[in-house]
């Protein structure tokens, strides 16, 4: 898979005494699955590395004639990638990588909910299932909450293909 | 926070009031109760009316939007205890409503007036249901698309209401006021466009354009023509109530503002005919299952009544024809489209309260395994014909004849609603597997909450 960049040069902006940082970060939630950043600024952007780190960017920077900086962010291939949005709001764990992948994208509904409530009770504690639907599983939620799994889930950045990630608690029916 | 949602407890009680309202409605048409017996403004008819718009379409809808609004915004149904009230205000106060108008007619002793106590009740109801659903939808500004015809929807039934109290107050003669005495001697036609055509209606595209594309697995309708169906449709609204209403209290005539509303409106529907034939053309899903098929007749059947009120405007005709017209209009567009969903939703429903619970940990039985869609399509096609053939006896001017079509439609929504109650009892998953449903069978007429 070759990756293609999409450029930002966020020098203007900083010349102007400006903040780009929603810029970039804007600019970063629209980029599809093989599209990397390009970005231009007049400081190494130190704190943008761990920040689209954890969006699962890696980064390589180059000093530019003048002063100004390079940096070109690449997105790993693997889910972390998916700018997931934690079920609870103290829920910043990192999690394992899935150990099971579902793509239920051209199934009727609700048969993406009874492909995940099957699939998780083949997995064990801690392991994680991922799963890519055509909409966000409304219904699936309360049930997944009952059996006390908990999950992430959001929109890719193609806006249609939603991504949920399930790590699986075993002993379900005494949490709830 | 992702909260999902869970299922709405009244629904299906909501569901089986409305269902008894249209059985209702369809004998008095068969006793040839109303219209077209009767004048469209008689007592009677305004009885039929109000069994069908209130009773049945209404009640149906509310029961859908406790389901569906949540779904549209990703959110829990504000209470799921306040629809319960609520149903029993709606349903008292629609039985002081028929009652009263019973008294115009002289069929019941007239004094006192039922009918502002019927106001007041019916209007306690609907703020009920508006006050939960309005709780529901304000958080999650700014909303989606379907969402936002929905709250348009809502806006017009709080006006139809507002307009029916003034009828209300007025003829059981509790106001003296003269704004109000001209708004009930000419808004009727404002009271049924914003009752028919803002809130029925809009409320029905708005959630059309998200459950037939949920269930044709198609694209979510995007860009700018879904918007401009509902910026025209506002428009449209606006102009009938503000311009109507100031045309009444200056004592103008309402032809100017209705004749602009309808050609925004009919713009507006143009451009959402144009939407939904594009759903169905770019569904991923080929073979659809019998409530996106049975939708197809009752979209028809709209296109229909558009192209007869047309045709009727053109000839000049269009004031002798109104009541054809919205027969169309209310039964084989908002009743076809209800009937055609229901038998989804219902299916939906109870399977997700009887079978989400244990799916994963025993075989469970499809949605599909619910239905038996071969027995339960004649019912919808005796509907649909007769509702058709209804329409022809009426422009003919058949009433005996029309009489028997309604006779027809009975038996069919008869025929309709046995498929529902017997997928509500699970009967057909029990006949399939040869013994009895492996899982409770739910209650009839009400949903349990799963313990979360």
Redesign the interface.
């Known amino acids: 898979m070759t990756t293609t960049f999409v450029d930002l040069d966020v020098r203007p902006t900083l010349r102007d005494g400006g903040e780009p940082f929603e810029q970039i970060m804007q600019t970063v939630s629209a980029l599809g699955p093989d599209q990397g950043l390009r970005l231009l600024a007049t400081f190494e952007p130190v704190p943008l590395f761990h920040m689209l780190g954890s969006k699962g960017f890696t980064h390589e920077a180059t000093e530019l004639a003048g002063g100004d900086w390079e940096v070109l962010f690449t997105p790993l291939q693997s889910v972390t990638a998916v700018n997931p949005v934690p079920a609870t709001a103290n829920d910043t764990t990192e999690w394992p990588e899935p150990d099971q992948h579902l793509d239920n994208r051209e199934l009727d509904p609700p048969e993406p909910m009874v492909r995940i409530l099957a699939a998780i009770e083949t997995l064990q504690h801690g392991e994680v299932l991922s799963a890519l639907l055509c909409r966000e599983p409304m219904f699936l939620f309360p049930e997944l909450e009952k059996r006390g799994h908990q999950w992430r889930g959001g929109f890719e950045p193609d806006g249609t293909t939603y991504r949920i990630l399930v790590r699986v608690a075993r002993n379900s029916e005494q949490v709830a | ?6 299922l709405s407890r009244w629904t299906m009680s909501y569901f089986f009031a409305a269902l008894s309202a249209l059985i209702a409605g369809e004998v008095l048409m068969l006793a040839g109760f109303g219209y077209p017996a009767a004048s469209l403004r008689a007592p009677e008819t305004l009885v039929l009316v109000h069994v069908i718009a209130i009773g049945w379409l209404s009640l149906l809808m509310c029961g859908a939007l406790f389901q569906f609004a ?2 549209l915004i ?1 959110r829990r149904l504000y209470s799921d205890t306040l629809p319960l009230p609520a149903l029993l205000l709606l349903i008292a106060g629609l039985g002081l409503l028929l009652s009263g108008f019973l008294q115009l007619s002289g069929r019941l002793p007239d004094l006192p007036s039922l009918l502002p106590a019927a106001g007041i009740v019916l209007s306690a109801g609907f703020m009920l249901v508006l006050w939960n659903l309005g709780c529901t939808l304000w958080p999650a500004r700014p909303l989606p698309l379907p969402a936002r015809f929905v709250t348009t929807g809502l806006i017009s039934l709080a006006l139809t209401v507002a307009l029916g109290v003034i009828f209300a107050l007025a003829l059981g003669q509790q106001t003296n006021s003269e704004p109000m005495l001209a708004i009930a001697g000419a808004a009727l036609p404002l009271h049924a466009a914003v009752g028919i055509g803002g809130w029925l209606t809009l409320t029905a595209i708005g959630v059309s354009y998200r459950l037939l594309a ?2 044709m ?1 198609a ?2 309708l995007e860009g700018t023509r879904p918007k401009l169906v509902l910026a025209l449709a506002g428009a449209a609204l606006t102009i009938v109530v503000a311009a109507g209403l100031g045309a009444i209290l200056n004592g103008a005539s309402l032809s100017i503002p209705l004749f602009a509303g309808s050609i925004l409106g009919l713009a507006s529907l143009a451009l959402y005919g144009a939407d939904i034939l594009h759903l169905y053309r770019a569904r ?2 080929r073979t659809i299952e019998l409530n996106s098929r049975m939708a197809i007749h009752a979209l028809a059947s709209f296109a229909a009544a558009i192209g007869l009120a047309s045709g009727l405007a053109i000839l000049g005709r269009l004031e002798d024809g109104i009541g054809v017209v919205v027969f169309v209009l209310v039964f084989g567009w908002l009743s076809g489209l209800g009937l055609a969903k229901l038998y989804k939703i219902v299916a ?1 429903l109870t ?2 309260e009887c079978y ?2 244990v ?3 025993m075989a ?1 039985p ?2 599909q395994d619910l239905v038996v869609e071969t027995r339960a399509r004649k019912w919808f096609r005796v509907y649909f014909l007769s509702v058709w053939s209804g329409t022809l006896t009426l422009l003919i001017g058949l009433p005996t004849a029309f009489r028997v079509t309604a006779a027809l439609m009975l038996i069919a929504t008869i025929g309709i609603v046995s498929e529902l109650v017997r997928i509500r009892l699970l009967s057909d998953v029990a006949a399939r597997s040869g013994g009895p449903a492996a899982v409770p069978r739910p209650h009839l007429l009400f949903s349990r909450p ?3």
């Open positions: 926070m992702m909260p999902g949602v869970t949540p779904v990703a949920m269930f697995l694209p979510e991923k899903r939906f399977w997700l989400g619970p799916l994963g940990k469970a499809r949605v799963s313990s979360i």
